[in-house]
């Protein structure tokens, strides 16, 4: 290798390629196309309707971390073929692992949070979604070679916490779908009383309830009159000094 400035037969034929294989942090945006079929829940116009009446999402992923920052990959997530169902088989294997690893679920999750995770009100929640991804090679319309995005890399994977960083999760938990979250505390302030009484009873009585003992006129009492004992509190009942 000469590297000589005025000899590049040496050269690579395609500097601009990223490695086959690269794992690295990316961020999915949708290039709308325009097309809607509301009974499929394409709406929104980002579903692309090819000339052969093939029907995918027209994917951008930029890389987000790491040597090929800012680099970007193209390919497309199938819909819909009137060729069949394997090409949109495909594309929903693949939104599936696109969601696994954004959330920071193993594949073999089926927990009812993790199926939850799993599903979306429609493509706009794919747009801008940040995971973790295998970048592979393919080949454009003329045959030549591209890098593509064919498989997104989950937790289980030993290279996922690296490329994820500080967004990786614990094992199990989901850290994107926030509604998770949410309706566990909302079920869980569902199960409280409208009204929860102190657990315990303070030894402190208030100051207008208590006679100082250096008070000139408190009436003392004779040392043989039997101490009377405070009344009971009452469960639930709010005490008058807090009224």
């Not at 949070?113 to 991804?133: H, K, M, P, T």
């Given at each position: 290798?000469?590297?000589?400035w005025n000899?590049?037969?040496d050269?690579?034929?395609n500097?601009n390629l990223?490695p086959?294989?690269?794992?690295?942090?990316v961020?999915?945006?949708?290039?709308?196309?325009?097309?809607d079929d509301?009974s499929?829940?394409?709406?929104?116009?980002?579903?692309?309707?090819?000339?052969?009446?093939?029907?995918?999402?027209?994917?951008?992923y930029?890389?987000?971390e790491g040597?090929?920052?800012r680099?970007?990959?193209?390919?497309?997530?199938?819909?819909?073929?009137?060729?069949g169902?394997?090409?949109?088989?495909m594309?929903?294997s693949?939104?599936?692992g696109?969601l696994?690893?954004?959330?920071?679920?193993?594949d073999?999750?089926?927990?009812p949070?993790?199926?939850?995770a799993?599903?979306i009100?429609?493509?706009?929640?794919?747009?801008?979604?940040?995971f973790?991804?295998?970048?592979?090679?393919g080949?454009?319309?003329n045959?030549?070679?591209?890098?593509?995005?064919?498989?997104?890399?989950?937790?289980?994977?030993?290279d996922?916490a690296?490329a994820?960083?500080?967004?990786?999760a614990?094992?199990?938990?989901?850290?994107a779908p926030?509604?998770?979250?949410?309706?566990?505390?909302?079920?869980?302030?569902a199960?409280?009383?409208?009204?929860a009484?102190p657990?315990?009873?303070?030894?402190y009585?208030?100051?207008?309830?208590?006679?100082?003992?250096?008070?000139?006129?408190?009436?003392?009492?004779?040392a043989?009159?039997?101490?009377?004992?405070a009344?009971?509190?009452?469960?639930?009942?709010?005490p008058?000094?807090?009224?």
């Amino acid at each position: 290798m000469t590297n000589a400035w005025n000899d590049f037969n040496d050269a690579r034929q395609n500097a601009n390629l990223i490695p086959k294989g690269t794992i690295a942090r990316v961020r999915l945006t949708i290039r709308p196309g325009g097309f809607d079929d509301p009974s499929q829940g394409w709406t929104g116009g980002y579903a692309k309707r090819g000339q052969t009446g093939a029907v995918y999402i027209d994917a951008e992923y930029t890389v987000l971390e790491g040597k090929y920052a800012r680099r970007k990959v193209w390919s497309m997530i199938g819909l819909y073929s009137p060729k069949g169902p394997d090409w949109g088989n495909m594309g929903r294997s693949f939104v599936r692992g696109i969601l696994n690893s954004a959330r920071g679920l193993s594949d073999k999750d089926n927990s009812p949070e993790a199926q939850n995770a799993r599903r979306i009100s429609g493509i706009a929640d794919l747009d801008g979604i940040e995971f973790v991804a295998r970048i592979d090679l393919g080949t454009d319309a003329n045959g030549d070679e591209k890098n593509d995005i064919r498989q997104a890399v989950t937790r289980d994977h030993k290279d996922y916490a690296a490329a994820m960083g500080s967004l990786a999760a614990p094992m199990g938990f989901a850290p994107a779908p926030a509604y998770a979250s949410h309706q566990s505390a909302y079920a869980a302030a569902a199960q409280q009383p409208a009204y929860a009484a102190p657990a315990q009873q303070s030894s402190y009585a208030p100051p207008q309830h208590q006679q100082p003992t250096h008070a000139p006129h408190a009436p003392q009492q004779p040392a043989h009159a039997p101490q009377q004992a405070a009344p009971a509190p009452v469960a639930g009942a709010r005490p008058t000094w807090a009224q």
